[in-house]
């Protein structure tokens, strides 16, 4: 019951216009996957970037076009996933 109450507040808050969450738990609670399930259920697409060896501001910058082209050109709302684990750089907060 506290996961289906967790989806159904984040799926309130991205329905929002703007809308976006700051999502707090200890590894493994399951913040990543809910957050998929209520942008499922939203209709939204996810998009994630994907940190590899060599990972920099360039390319997170790039990363960030690619995101923002889907959201301005191709009309799809999208979820940006960002995860504690992916910040390589302090400047991409």
Do not use: W
């Not at 799926?11 to 942008?39: F, H, I």
């Not at 301005?72 to 960002?82: A, E, I, M, Y």
């Amino acid at each position: 019951t506290d996961a289906c109450e967790h989806v159904a507040r984040v799926c309130r808050v991205l329905r929002q216009p703007s809308g976006n969450a700051l999502l707090l738990g200890v590894g493994g609670s399951g913040r990543q996957s809910l957050s998929r399930l209520a942008s499922f259920m939203s209709d939204f697409e996810v998009f994630q970037i994907e940190v590899v060896k060599g990972y920099g501001m360039n390319e997170f910058k790039d990363d960030l076009k690619t995101c923002l082209m889907k959201c301005g050109n191709d009309q799809k709302v999208t979820t940006f996933l960002f995860a504690d684990t992916q910040i390589v750089n302090e400047q991409m907060v």
